[in-house]
């Protein structure tokens, strides 16, 4: 049974980063919801390999068909609006992605992108990448470039770099002896 | 120094005082698991290392959105979580009791002052119960579940201030849809909202639920009503708890403030495929529907199911489309059993399930084919949300779809 087992979370290679060196954007509009990242039906699976086989579909059938390991999602405003369900950012590791860029995120999935170890970054100008660009990302110069032209991406916030540093919240939490509540 | 309800809520957990934008780790005292959500939450509670949960008693699990088993694999979840719940003597109310949300707050999982998660994103609507209660994904859970702690940013608040009478047939749910269209899918991002005013001071619990529940489709982080005599009396059976006052100071920093006045509201329908498209009802008056669905944790409560009984009165459903009517819960079906409503929504041809998710997550039953639309009163009609991303769900309240289903198109309740 897939539940019991841990999730095999698939590893980019170290040296090529989280994004691949063909990568290519798969854009998105806004307001795309969790819903249509990975609809209710599949949500028995727990395993992320067999829900990437259904992401995006009914909404956009060649994607899981077609996404390569390390290509990047671009979405518009309110990035993964709706449901709380994890089956959404596994659908994307799954399929390999492992970066998120979007104009603005929903609170729940940006959490739940971080702790599985997807990147959700915040680009104001993400409208202006075009669907297929190839993409590079530099973090440390804190720009995107899309099809030759950069774009500037916002830091992630302080209190989440630890878990994004330790690879996810699983491996964050296996570090902590206990958490002292009401602290930093 | 002056604060608002959650400031208030998270300083005094905390025992200093935490203002709105600070990120603390804050101690849990509830944590909610359902069907969906809860075996990956488990998975990553064993994969942190974790052994026993913080604590069983402040640990509660349901099944709502697949039940009865409706695969192989739902049954093997449950299975699954149900060894979870007694290795760790966890309460499983298993399939028996209904929507996780209502049950929470029925059961008084959920209390004035306390802070609780929910795997599940309308876990929002605890708020009602004046506690400060958010949907979190499975990772978190699982760190919730062992560490009984959760990292949050404390949010800042949006004050949305009710006042003015409804008018007939009109209630909460054309409120909130009101609301939505006015804050925007993505409006209240990151931030609480602070549901006030006469108006909502009259609102019963069902109502102040159905409010609190929707705050999520603004992206809002939690809902919240601050506790009054209504929440006291309500929590009176359910907890053994002095009531104390907690609210807003008047001066306190909100993000935002808002105010409503409800005297001129119509009946709202949010249409495909956003819930921040709320109008008029008269501007999709006539559209055609395939499917009514009256249920959920927005509006399958008592109260609810009554004023779809009065919409209906006498009448009967149109044999020509599903009429779907689901109480949140096994108290609510009891209640509505008693009133004899069942009997009538029966005889009226409308189909009446346990209590369960039902359609409006779009797993279990209940789908729509493509081209078809549903008018439901759950919260979220996005593409596909009920079935086919080829078909449409329109939102609205019982009143309004009940008035639909008579009709067999849009309806205005007001004139049935």
């Keep these: 049974m897939a539940a019991k087992k841990s999730v095999p979370v698939r590893k980019v290679a170290p040296e090529s980063g989280p994004v691949a060196k063909n990568a290519r954007a798969w854009k998105f509009g806004d307001d795309i919801d969790t819903d249509a990242i990975i609809p209710g039906r599949f949500l028995t699976i727990n395993n992320p390999d067999e829900l990437a086989k259904h992401a995006f579909e009914g909404t956009r059938d060649e994607y899981a068909k077609k996404v390569k390991r390390g290509d990047v999602i671009v979405g518009g405003r309110n990035f993964g609006c709706g449901s709380s369900r994890e089956h959404a950012p596994l659908a994307l590791v799954g399929g390999g992605v492992k970066v998120v860029v979007a104009r603005s995120f929903a609170r729940i999935f940006f959490r739940n992108s971080v702790n599985v170890g997807v990147l959700p970054i915040v680009c104001p100008d993400a409208d202006k990448i075009a669907d297929g660009a190839a993409i590079r990302l530099d973090i440390k110069q804190g720009f995107i470039e899309a099809d030759n032209k950069k774009y500037a991406i916002e830091p992630v916030p302080e209190f989440m770099q630890g878990i994004i540093d330790a690879g996810g919240l699983v491996e964050y939490a296996k570090g902590l002896k206990e958490t002292p509540a009401c602290t930093r | ?416």
Excluded at chain 2, 121 to 146: N, P, V
Excluded at chain 2, 276 to 284: A, L, M, Q, R, Y
């Design chain 2, 1 to 416: 120094m002056t604060s608002t309800i959650v400031e208030k809520i998270f300083s005094g957990k905390c025992g200093r005082e935490i203002r709105a934008g600070e990120t603390v780790m804050a101690p849990l005292d509830g944590a909610m698991i359902h069907d969906i959500t809860g075996p990956l939450a488990i998975q990553k509670f064993y994969e942190m290392g974790g052994k026993k949960v913080f604590d069983p008693k402040r640990v509660i699990m349901l099944f709502d959105h697949q039940i009865p088993a409706d695969s192989i694999e739902a049954a093997n979840n449950h299975v699954y979580m149900r060894k979870f719940a007694a290795e760790q003597d966890i309460h499983n109310y298993d399939i028996n009791e209904g929507v996780c949300h209502q049950v929470t707050i029925e059961k008084g999982r959920a209390a004035p002052g306390e802070i609780v998660v929910g795997a599940d994103s309308h876990t929002c609507m605890y708020g009602a119960a004046g506690a400060f209660a958010t949907g979190i994904g499975s990772t978190d859970m699982g760190f919730a579940l062992k560490f009984g702690a959760l990292y949050f940013r404390v949010p800042e608040t949006i004050r949305a201030e009710v006042s003015g009478k409804f008018q007939r047939r009109v209630g909460a749910k054309d409120l909130i849809l009101a609301i939505a269209h006015d804050i925007g899918a993505d409006g209240a991002t990151y931030k609480a909202i602070e549901f006030t005013g006469k108006t909502v001071r009259k609102l019963d619990m069902a109502g102040r639920m159905t409010l609190c529940n929707m705050a999520i489709e603004m992206g809002g982080k939690a809902g919240i009503v601050a506790p009054d005599k209504v929440t006291w009396e309500y929590m009176k059976a359910r907890r053994k708890m002095k009531p104390f006052a907690l609210d807003s100071d008047p001066d306190a920093r909100f993000a935002e403030k808002r105010s409503y006045d409800v005297s001129d509201l119509e009946p709202q329908v949010a249409v495909p495929h956003n819930v921040d498209t709320g109008v008029p009802v008269s501007k999709v008056a006539g559209t055609h529907v395939d499917q009514v669905f009256i249920g959920s944790c927005t509006n399958g409560r008592f109260e609810d199911l009554q004023e779809a009984a009065e919409v209906l009165g006498k009448k009967k459903f149109s044999p020509k489309i599903r009429t779907i009517i689901i109480p949140a819960s096994r108290d609510e079906y009891l209640k509505t059993l008693k009133a004899g409503l069942i009997e009538k929504f029966v005889k009226a041809g409308a189909l009446v399930e346990a209590p369960c998710c039902g359609p409006c997550m779009g797993g279990a039953f209940g789908l729509i084919a493509p081209g078809e639309v549903s008018l439901s009163t759950s919260n979220r009609n996005f593409k596909g949300r009920q079935g086919s991303t080829d078909g449409k769900v329109y939102l609205c309240s019982p009143a309004t779809a009940a008035a639909s289903a008579i009709t067999g198109e849009i309806t205005d309740p007001r004139e049935v």
